[in-house]
């Protein structure tokens, strides 16, 4: 079983108030939950290794932010 725990526990809100905008205020980087998440899929992917969670949370960041990036670039270039 999954004995790791990757990063502080997260309260979610059942709505998030600046999605519902026209035009939404840009977020800092992926959410605590999301990258949670994500390396946990990368810890899965690994076959369970102990030993990885720096490396899976810094992945998953990393992975999650490129992203995000990629969409930001998609909606700038499509407002042009």
């Given at each position: 079983?999954?004995?790791?725990?990757?990063g502080?526990?997260?309260?979610?809100?059942?709505?998030?108030?600046?999605?519902?905008?026209?035009?939404?205020?840009?977020?800092?980087?992926?959410s605590?939950?999301?990258?949670?998440?994500?390396?946990?899929?990368?810890?899965?992917?690994?076959?369970?290794?102990?030993?990885?969670?720096?490396?899976?949370?810094?992945?998953?960041?990393?992975?999650?932010?490129?992203?995000?990036?990629r969409?930001?670039?998609?909606?700038?270039?499509?407002?042009?």
């Amino acid at each position: 079983m999954f004995a790791h725990s990757y990063g502080p526990a997260v309260k979610i809100k059942k709505a998030d108030p600046l999605a519902t905008r026209k035009h939404p205020v840009p977020r800092l980087g992926p959410s605590t939950i999301k990258i949670r998440i994500r390396a946990y899929e990368i810890y899965m992917e690994r076959g369970e290794q102990p030993d990885h969670d720096l490396d899976d949370w810094l992945q998953a960041e990393r992975e999650l932010e490129s992203v995000r990036i990629r969409c930001d670039l998609r909606m700038l270039t499509n407002n042009l």
